[in-house]
């Protein structure tokens, strides 16, 4: 695996929400222009350390963390990292679709406006462009100022998608983000993976593991607030070396 570039480093990463430990010395690489999928029983820290990734953590009160992530090098929790900045840098999609109570231009422009962009011909631009990119923009495009909330959840989930690349992030980070939806918007979502790499690092959290085999380069399984395997996605499900692993997927526990 380091044949690749890497994206985001995390070193001896500790979470603790109090006293419970939730992520425990993981250390990981996330790759550019790679997939890589996070697994693992409910409650074993994918979220948490999704979310580790741009500092969405530092807001919840007697969160304690130690170790390192880098991006691209530089420790995200230096002091003087700005999260606003940091947060446009790295993008995230949640996994129920929450589109804000607007239009669905305007929730594709507010980023850009948040960060300055006034220029009407400009927002056109990068919200065709945003919609686009997220496989939406031929459902939408005749109907930009109704309500987002008009939209189907598929729908309303690549505009989540949207938003994110609405301010040109480096790396996406979803956290279960198809499990609300049909099998044809999820295939859609899924497809649409295979060309955001192409611009970006992903990290996905998924509960379904034949869509880590069909998406992901790379794969992690968690456990208890550890990384017990991480491996190329093939490998991980063909030749697990760790039994844990083996048993989770093959379904004997989780
Ligand atoms: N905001 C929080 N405050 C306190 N404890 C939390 C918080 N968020 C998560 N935890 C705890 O941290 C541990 C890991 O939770 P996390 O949400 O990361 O798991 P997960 O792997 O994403 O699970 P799931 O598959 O159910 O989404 C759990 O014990 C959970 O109860
Ligand atoms: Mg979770």
């Known amino acids: 695996m380091n044949t690749n570039t890497i994206k985001i480093s995390t070193s001896q990463l500790n979470l603790y929400y109090g006293t419970n430990h939730a992520l ?3 250390n990981m690489e996330l790759y550019t222009n790679k997939i890589t999928a996070f697994i693992g029983p409910s409650g074993c820290g994918k979220s948490t350390y999704l979310k580790t990734l ?4 530092d807001l919840i009160p007697g969160v304690k963390i130690e170790g390192e992530v880098l991006l691209d090098g530089e420790n995200i929790y230096d002091s003087r990292v ?11 999609v949640f996994q129920q679709p929450n589109p804000f109570p607007m239009s669905i231009y305007d929730n594709v422009a507010y980023g850009p406006r948040i960060h300055g962009i006034k ?11 945003s919609l686009k990119g997220a496989a939406l923009w031929e459902e939408v495009s005749g109907r930009l100022k109704k309500s987002a909330l008009g939209l189907s ?5 690549r505009l989540c998608i949207a938003r994110a690349l609405a301010v040109e992030p480096e ?3 979803m956290d279960e983000p198809t499990s609300a ?8 979502i899924e497809d649409l993976m295979d060309e955001l790499k192409e611009k970006y690092t992903v990290a996905i959290v998924t509960h379904n593991m034949q869509q880590a085999t069909r998406i992901a380069d790379h794969t992690a399984f968690f456990l208890v607030g550890e990384v017990v395997e991480y491996a190329p ?13 083996e048993d989770y997927i093959t379904g004997r526990f989780g």
Do not use: C, Y
């Open 24 to 26: 425990k010395d993981v």
């Open 54 to 57: 741009n500092r969405m953590n």
């Open 82 to 92: 700005d999260t606003t900045l940091l947060r446009k840098k790295i993008g995230m």
């Open 119 to 129: 220029n009407k011909s400009e927002l056109d631009d990068i919200v065709e462009k």
């Open 153 to 157: 959840g598929g729908q309303q989930q």
């Open 171 to 173: 790396v996406l980070l």
């Open 181 to 188: 939806l049909d099998p044809i918007s999820t295939l859609k």
């Open 233 to 245: 996605t093939t490998e991980l499900f063909t030749a697990p070396k760790d039994s844990r692993t």
